[in-house]
């Protein structure tokens, strides 16, 4: 067993607990699901657990120190995601939300609503940090390969979070497709999305440097 029963289940218990509180990848696919329906919510879902199992192989291969010791590194990994997000804001705000996409057809909106929840967790630093800090807490340093165990312990918290963020996601499109029953919804849908990246995107500009956390 590369992890020990008992703790992993105290890991599972204090992931879970950690994960099914609110945050900024909680609050994008809450914001997908209400915007485009349920599909794009769980698609929204996969992306963030996949730029999640990112960060969970910069933890274990030791990457992740880099963004903890380094201000310059987490600097320019929290403004690229901060320009990402406003601009993925700002497009929103700016286009005829409802018509671009039509044009783009279901799969390939699906795709970019994935591919945009990889990009936001990855150029999250903080989510780098979170996993450098919790994910050793659990590792037996007389155990097997410690990059194994935060590798194994990592791919479980990932799980936990998919199930956890896919309710969510379902939740929020359910409440969505009532919504968009409003006309006025329908109407500041997009402005609401909008603001939502934008306000995502000023938090992450705002976060603070590793030495001040």
């Known amino acids: 067993m590369i992890v020990d029963p008992g703790t992993l289940a105290v890991f599972a218990l204090a992931s879970a607990a950690l994960i099914v509180v609110p945050g900024p990848a909680v609050l994008y696919i809450v914001t997908r699901s209400i915007h485009q329906g349920r599909r794009a919510g769980v698609a929204g879902a996969l992306g963030i657990e996949v730029g999640a199992l990112v960060h969970v192989a910069f933890a274990a291969v030791g ?7 380094s201000a310059v590194a987490f600097s320019v990994v929290k403004y690229v995601g901060a320009v990402y997000l406003i601009g993925v804001g700002l497009w929103t705000l700016l286009s005829r939300g409802d018509e671009a996409d039509v044009r783009l057809g279901r799969s390939r909106r699906l795709r970019r609503v994935f591919a945009q929840g990889v990009v936001v ?46 309710g969510w996601a379902l939740a929020a499109g359910t409440a969505g497709g009532v919504l968009r029953r409003s006309r006025l919804f329908v109407r500041v849908q997009r402005y609401v999305s909008g603001s939502v990246f934008v306000g995502l995107g000023v938090l992450t500009a705002l976060a603070g440097s590793p030495e001040g956390d």
């Open 121 to 166: 967790n990855v150029f999250n630093p903080k989510v780098a940090l979170f996993f450098l800090a919790f994910l050793p807490q659990f590792v037996d340093p007389n155990g097997v390969e410690p990059a194994l165990q935060i590798a194994f312990l990592g791919l479980v918290f990932v799980s936990i979070a998919l199930v956890l963020d896919t």
């Open 63 to 69: 990457l992740s120190a880099l963004l903890a010791s």
